[in-house]
């Protein structure tokens, strides 16, 4: 049996109480890990996290106010040793790769919380990363198929802005051809229908930011 006062302390972040209720039952039978704060959103993260310095957190990532990428983002930024565990529903490997660029060290599947929960947080804490086989696959296999050069970046953000092939072709001093054909390729990357369309998956993917 470990040592109570060894266990890995955990916050958990996550705007629905039932989610939070769940994890803290199964925290409250393990020997490992203990509960020791709670959030609801982004916001509540970074200022409970400064409180209370838990070991992992456990971090949703679509919440109001300010969402999981971005909570991950500034935790780091403040406290560079944090460990944090991506909790979600979501499968996408886009998803998973912007949290791990983000910052965070593990991503477990809410579906897996009971079978899964105290092994990735013990693997996080010992400075280990924790991703499920299929996720990490889905990474390995798409990481360097959906990459978009930098330059296709900065076509994409004139584009998001709102300007013609013609006008970022004018921006950046290249003909037009040479915009419709990093357009093309961006399309093809994202597997979008359209210009529109592409703008739209960029900033799902978080690949381009609101100003």
């Given at each position: 049996m470990s040592n109570p006062d060894r266990r890995v302390r955990v916050m958990t972040v996550d705007d629905h109480p039932l989610l939070r209720e769940g994890i803290a039952a199964v925290l409250e039978g393990s020997f490992d890990a203990k509960l020791v704060a709670e959030a609801s959103n982004g916001r509540e993260a970074i200022e409970q996290f400064r409180v209370h310095r838990p070991d992992v957190t456990l971090m949703d990532l679509k919440?109001?106010?300010?969402?999981?990428?971005?909570?991950?983002?500034?935790?780091r930024g403040e406290f560079p040793s944090a460990r944090i565990v991506v909790l979600t529903t979501y499968r996408g490997d886009t998803e998973a790769l912007q949290a791990l660029r983000a910052g965070a060290q593990g991503y477990l599947l809410k579906s897996a919380l009971r079978?899964?929960?105290?092994?990735?947080?013990?693997?996080?804490?010992?400075?280990?990363?924790?991703?499920?086989p299929d996720i990490a696959r889905a990474i390995a296999e798409h990481i360097a198929d959906d990459e978009l050069s930098a330059r296709e970046l900065e076509v994409l953000r004139h584009v998001a802005a709102g300007n013609s092939n013609k006008i970022v072709a004018g921006m950046l001093g290249v003909s037009e051809d040479t915009i419709k054909a990093h357009m093309k390729n961006i399309m093809e990357k994202l597997g979008a229908r359209d210009r529109t369309h592409a703008v739209t998956i960029a900033f799902h993917r978080r690949l381009l930011n609101l100003q």
């Open positions: 919440m109001p106010e300010m969402d999981g990428i971005d909570a991950i983002r500034h935790i079978k899964e929960l105290i092994e990735a947080i013990v693997s996080v804490h010992a400075g280990r990363r924790y991703i499920p």
